[in-house]
């Protein structure tokens, strides 16, 4: 199976999402957060800078867990996602 490649747009959201991961953890490490959360302290940083701009969604959802971060507040301080960007949508008009 090949991948759609990401557009501009999903991965500066990507990076957002890292960035917001990164502040709301503070001030507890990236370890502490890598092992509450059950990943790798490696998948953490990559996510965290951007590396990973479309992690899974359990992954997400186990770090914010860990983090004490609700979803919805999560996903509020993150930039719109374009539908006309998204793979999803071109699989779904399929």
């Known amino acids: 199976m090949v991948r759609t490649p990401l557009t501009e747009?999903?991965?500066d959201?990507?990076?957002a999402l890292g960035q917001v991961l990164r502040a709301a953890r503070?001030?507890?490490?990236?370890a502490e957060i890598a092992q509450a959360a059950?990943?790798?302290?490696?998948?953490?940083?990559k996510i965290e800078r951007g590396?990973?701009?479309n992690p899974a969604f359990f992954t997400v959802?186990?770090?914010a867990d860990a983090i004490g971060l609700d979803l919805a507040d999560l996903a509020s301080r993150l930039p719109p996602a374009d539908d006309a960007e998204s793979p999803a949508r071109d699989a779904r008009a399929s």
């Open 26 to 30: 503070a001030p507890r490490t990236a």
């Open 13 to 15: 959201r990507g990076r």
């Open 51 to 53: 590396a990973i701009p």
């Open 38 to 45: 059950g990943v790798s302290i490696d998948t953490l940083r």
């Open 9 to 11: 747009g999903q991965r």
């Open 61 to 63: 959802a186990a770090i």
